[in-house]
């Protein structure tokens, strides 16, 4: 993977709003964010009702990722274009989500809906009525995702990356400034996880940073890409992110987005915790 | 549009217990004559960062549909940078619990 085939310019978007192959996705931390305006011809996933599975604690089914795309107008040749608010979270974590499913053609716009709006392109409340299709998802791709019993494996041995914000990895806060505290129910880091947060990775517009640069991060907080990596958060959108940027945008083999995250670590019974910076 | 209510910038604090939280908030109003607005017409589209003390990214909020927008920060020094179309503004702003910083900022 590379830039050229994961990431688009607001100038490719403009090009190809009619272009019928392409489906531009919105997915929001604020889902009121689309029905105040979006890219004209976006639809929206809800990151909760539409990609959580609500009984289990897991990402929905095959089934009912097929269910969800057939409904919306996806088919499997269609370039699907993910954007969205905060700095794209929710669309790499959406990103994420359509390559465990094997989706063949997944693109993010760098800059997101930030850009889009501090270049004050055009957002309509149109929303789209698009023909049904008949979807057909691969099984899950688990190359991508890690699971605890793996993350606790990988303590001192692999790299394992807490995108969070360094209050929160030394375990002063459980939740990003902004929002309500909540989550694990202690709070702190996995051992030897080094805090690299995602923020890192962009630009003030909200676009990625060159590839030079993104390597010189990890490299410089003493990340070795050589070796296999875990990439974790609080929910798994924050590290959707960072793993986006390792994955598809260096090229990194192995990297996995624990997407049970601190959330689930945080509230396991008898195992290791650190604090501190 | 943002009516005329009792806090001067940032959303209502109704709720709030100012005894334990340190909020940075405050309003985001676009200078203009053309739109007839003394004070400003509310920018809806702007994206605040909030910067620590050393100048490190802590965390981003959009506006709201007044233009509004709140930190829970920690007490202590912190830089605001204001993103809009056209538009960066850097200000310093000082933290602290009970006293909220509310702000009126002109772009």
Redesign the interface.
Known sequence: MSRETALVTTDWVIENLKNPHVVFVEVDEDTTLYEQGHIEGAITFHWREDLQDGLVRDLISKEKFEALLSKNGIANDTTVVLYGGNNNWFATYAYWYFKIYGHQDVRLIDGGRKLWELKALPLVKEVPARAATRYVAKERDNSIRAFRDEVIAAIGTRNIVDVRSPAEFSGELAAPAHLPQEGGQIKGHIPTAKNIPWSKAANEDGTFKSEAELKSIYEGAGVDLAKDTIAYCRIGERSAFSWFVLHELLGVNNVKNYDGSWTEYGSLVGVPVAVGA | MKTCGATPGGPSLDGIDLTKQSVIQGVILRDGEADGVPNGAPV??A?I??LDSQG???????TN?DGQF?????PGAWTL?V????V?KELSVKAAIGVPADLVIQI
Not at chain 2, 56 to 62: D, G, I, L, M, N
Not at chain 2, 83 to 86: D, S
Request: glycine share 4%; aromatic share 12%.
């Open positions: 809806v589209n994206h960062r909030l490190e990214f802590t965390a981003e909020v959009p549909t709140r930190f829970f920060a920690a940078v993103l809009a179309p056209g960066r």
